[in-house]
């Protein structure tokens, strides 16, 4: 996650949509104020030229107690309920891919844990079993998209490219991305060979409707589709605001104790 005062922007990022190497990439446009959710320590040293703030900030509900804490795949909703009106003018940035592609990198991730067995009825379990990211939430308040723009991972460099122009920061010769994780899914696990039977794709199909209304995704589809902004994205977040206590009269930050 990036709160950026410096550019008005607040960037959220579903898991295995490429989030943490668009991250590294824009966090070092960022300025000293600005606040970004730490990554792993591997994928850390891999942040250059960066000078805001890098942590996981703690809050406390003045009232109930409740504690948020600011973390690497938070919702956009924890960021409104903190920092309140002085961010929901702010554009939201997220990115994304085609859901059936995403199951399959997330089962390589972190569902890939017996090798020896066979790849297939292992992802079939995975996926019956709603292991892969549906997390929209991410980047919703109230089933509404709060997202105003999206940066899809079939068109990665020219949705960043789209997204610096935006912010204004001249964009010169081609973009590199870092490579954030330590680990590669096989060349052999594509959507054919991993989706053998229908009800494998009818599942993701039955558990990304609210997805498929911005990004109409297609299984057999490898192209980026058309964005879909929700036009009454702006009048949710306001909303948002006025039925939660949100902003810094209601959360305060937590003091980390001095180690003894």
Not at 61 to 68: L, P
Not at 97 to 113: D, V
Request: net charge neutral.
């Amino acid at each position: 996650m990036i709160v950026s005062h410096k550019h008005n922007f607040v960037y959220v990022k579903p898991g295995k949509t490429a989030g943490s190497s668009i991250e590294l990439a824009i966090s070092r446009y960022c300025g000293p104020q600005d606040m970004i959710t730490k990554l792993r320590p591997r994928e850390e040293t891999q942040r250059v030229d960066c000078v805001a703030r890098v942590e996981n900030p703690r809050f406390v509900n003045i009232n109930s107690g409740e504690m948020i804490e600011l973390q690497n795949h938070s919702r956009y909703c924890d960021a409104l309920r903190i920092y309140g009106e002085d961010i929901v003018d702010y554009d939201v940035v997220c990115t994304e891919r085609n859901p059936w592609e995403k199951a399959i990198s997330s089962f390589f991730w972190k569902g890939n844990r017996r090798p020896e067995r066979p790849v297939a009825p292992r992802f079939k379990r995975f996926v019956s079993d709603g292991r892969w990211p549906q997390d929209f939430d991410v980047y919703s308040l109230n089933g509404v998209c709060v997202a105003d723009h999206i940066i899809r991972v079939e068109r990665l460099k020219d949705d960043y490219r789209d997204f610096l122009t935006f912010l204004g920061i001249p964009v010169e010769g081609d973009i590199v991305f870092p490579s954030s994780k330590g680990f590669q899914r096989p060349k052999e696990a594509t959507r054919e060979a991993m989706y053998t039977r229908p009800w494998v794709v009818r599942t993701v199909f039955e558990h990304t409707e609210q997805l498929r209304a911005v990004l109409p995704y297609r299984f057999e589809d490898r192209s980026a589709p058309d964005i879909q902004l929700h036009e009454d994205r702006r009048a949710a977040r306001y909303k948002f605001l006025e039925e939660n206590d949100c902003g810094p009269v209601y959360w305060e930050p937590v003091q980390e104790s001095a180690p003894v």
